[in-house]
């Protein structure tokens, strides 16, 4: 079945230590999606791809860099994480950049902690 | 700024029926999403509603008013596994998607 993998499912990492978060997809879509979500919170859209175009959100703090080498493959790089930081990272894709009709389709999820 | 509005936590029985309302102000409107998720997992789509009326799927239905700019979702014989939360998301002007904090409903038996 087409998917959205992340890896892992679940991260612990110390504060200030770097942490890279993964996400995989076999549906072809051309738009990616990184979300942070904390407890009962709506997802806060970091950044996304469209195609290898990066369009960072202006409230994205520098901390978070994100890679995509390819269609299938895009990475979550938090440089020097905070207690701030724990939270849900979600990856989403879409065929329609316009997010008209056509749904987000997500990952599992990866639930980094920072201790 | 961007708004939207649900409720924060709803409670219904097992076999009953159960609206979530969703209230939105936004520049402009290019759709307003439904989404399901349980604790600790992604969202799942449920829905979606563009035109004024009712759209239904199975026990799930999604009604929308554009010159009110409400929705709600309708859940009819609840499950348990119906417990979850539940986002309501709309597609601005500018094509962003704007979600809301989501409603967590809990089925009792």
């Known amino acids: 079945d087409a998917m959205v993998i992340q890896n892992p499912r679940y991260q612990v990492t110390q504060f200030g230590k770097p942490v890279t978060l993964s996400c995989s997809q076999t549906?072809?879509?051309?738009?990616m999606y990184w979300y942070q979500q904390k407890s009962s919170q709506a997802p806060k859209l970091l950044f996304h791809y469209y195609d290898k175009d990066f369009n960072n959100e202006a409230d994205t703090p520098d901390n978070f860099q994100s890679r995509r080498p390819n269609t299938s493959f895009c990475f979550l790089d938090i440089r020097s994480p905070g207690l701030g930081d724990t939270a849900m990272y979600l990856c989403?894709?879409?065929?329609?950049?316009?997010?008209?009709?056509?749904?987000?389709?997500f990952g599992n999820g990866t639930r980094l902690t920072v201790t | 700024g961007q708004n939207i509005d649900q409720p924060t936590e709803m409670t219904a029985t097992e076999g009953a029926i159960v609206q979530i309302n969703c209230t939105y102000q936004?520049?402009?409107?290019?759709?307003l999403f439904w989404y399901q998720q349980h604790a600790g997992e992604a969202p799942t789509f449920l829905s979606y509603n563009v035109l004024d009326g009712l759209e239904e799927k199975g026990r799930f239905s999604s009604f929308l008013s554009r010159s009110k700019g409400y929705s709600y979702l309708l859940l009819k014989e609840l499950q348990m596994k119906d417990s979850a939360s539940y986002l309501c998301?709309?597609?601005?002007?500018?094509?962003?998607?704007?979600w809301g904090a989501g409603t967590k409903l809990i089925i009792k038996p």
């Open positions: 936004t520049s402009g409107f290019n759709g």
């Open positions: 998301a709309v597609t601005d002007s500018n094509y962003q998607l704007i």
């Open positions: 989403a894709t879409s065929s329609d950049p316009g997010q008209i009709s056509s749904p987000l389709h």
């Open positions: 549906l072809n879509h051309n738009v």
